[in-house]
DNA sequence: TAGTATCGGTACGCCCCCGTTCCGTTACTC
DNA sequence: GAGTAACGGAACGGGGGCGTACCGATACTA
């Protein structure tokens, strides 16, 4: 009994290499992002990371596996919602966060893969809805608070006031690569703020 | 010379299937909605269509070029704009016209596999891009009209409300699934009508 | 009737990936 | 130094798709 229930000691042997994880991972997201999940190869990922593929496979079991793995990883779930003092600039900073997302980390770059992937990848659908009703629950946040301020009808959708503001990014990204510079940004918030302001 | 530039004969040998060439389209737009651009295959699409490997690449070189056919076939461009008489009846239409499209025609079933494939396929987003063009422009032209209605402010970004009714439709679809049913409809041209209207 | 091009079916060579297994080597613990 | 488990590299059997080629049968023209 003398070893039971320790502090959990470090395995003999070689450790796993972290650089190796991370490798992994990036080169998951990059693959993924490029050519979609039916396409993507451990042997890809593998040459991509700079790993052998038994590296990969000692790792994850297999491809859904890993790619399920890298999508979770990449995401910030549980982030609270913004607090400026005023609900233009809540909404303001929640779009400008969501643009930020899609344009500066690799959940833009996996976003239209995993919209299409989900539909057939249980798995991938699951860990998709999460952050969605995640990213959603903080909206409704701030739509509730604006709504206690007075600066939202009280009688409105809730699901409608966020889609307004979120959508035209979905939109833009998704559909037809618009800009997503500062003017359009904040005249989403604008345009919100008419539709459904008291 | 005797035969030379006539009209145009029909050719000597069986002629090619009608029946066949409908199949063919359907079946590969079935199966690339299901599986995606990568994962289907010229064998899967013939069985689909009942009919043999061979006169599928008879009528397409290779995979690529059938689904290309396929997704333009299924499109409806060209179609004028709605003229309800008001700006209001005629945003609503191009709202239910494009929720229609997305529920109840095969492009509603392709368009997340589009959305994804284009990005790495040059043809396809070729294809892609004329579709949402096209729809774009038209939905352009009600905004202008409008505007010389007296219905929407002068200094509107035209682009701004045609993202304000369109975006939440495709948002839905695609991001977030919830229903597209008429009380949605109804407040997204409500949301529009308010956010740019005079 | 002769000629032609389609039809479905089958088979082929080629290439690629999956997941596993074996090496010899390396890093870390006891 | 002994033991252990990771490492990179290479190979394997199995499976599957691509695009081509051939077959006898069928449909249509001249």
Redesign the pocket.
């Known amino acids: 009994m003398s070893t039971r229930l320790e502090a959990p000691?470090?395995?003999?042997?070689?450790?796993?290499?972290l650089e190796?994880?991370e490798a992994i991972l990036e080169a998951t997201v990059d693959v993924f992002a490029e050519v979609g999940l039916e396409a993507?190869?451990?042997?890809?990922v593998a040459a991509r990371a700079?790993?052998?593929?038994?590296?990969v496979?000692?790792?994850f079991?297999?491809?859904l596996d890993l790619v399920v793995s890298a999508v979770r990883c990449y995401t910030n779930v549980g982030a609270p919602p913004p607090d400026t003092g005023t609900t233009r600039g809540d909404v303001q900073a929640l779009v400008d966060d969501l643009v930020a997302i899609v344009t500066a980390t690799p959940m833009g770059r996996m976003l239209p893969i995993l919209v299409a992937a989900r539909t057939r990848t249980p798995e991938l659908d699951l860990a998709y809805s999460e952050i969605v009703a995640d990213k959603r629950a903080r909206s409704a946040a701030v739509v509730r608070r604006g709504i206690t301020r007075g600066d939202f009808r009280t009688d409105v959708d809730i699901d409608l006031v966020v889609d307004a503001f979120v959508s035209p990014v979905f939109y833009r990204l998704l559909v037809t690569n618009a800009p997503l510079d500062e003017a359009f940004r904040t005249a989403v918030v604008d345009a919100a703020l008419r539709a459904f302001g008291a």
């Open positions: 000691r470090r395995a003999p042997g070689r450790p796993r290499s190796a994880d993507l190869t451990m042997e890809g700079g790993v052998s593929k038994n590296t496979y000692r790792r079991p297999n491809k």
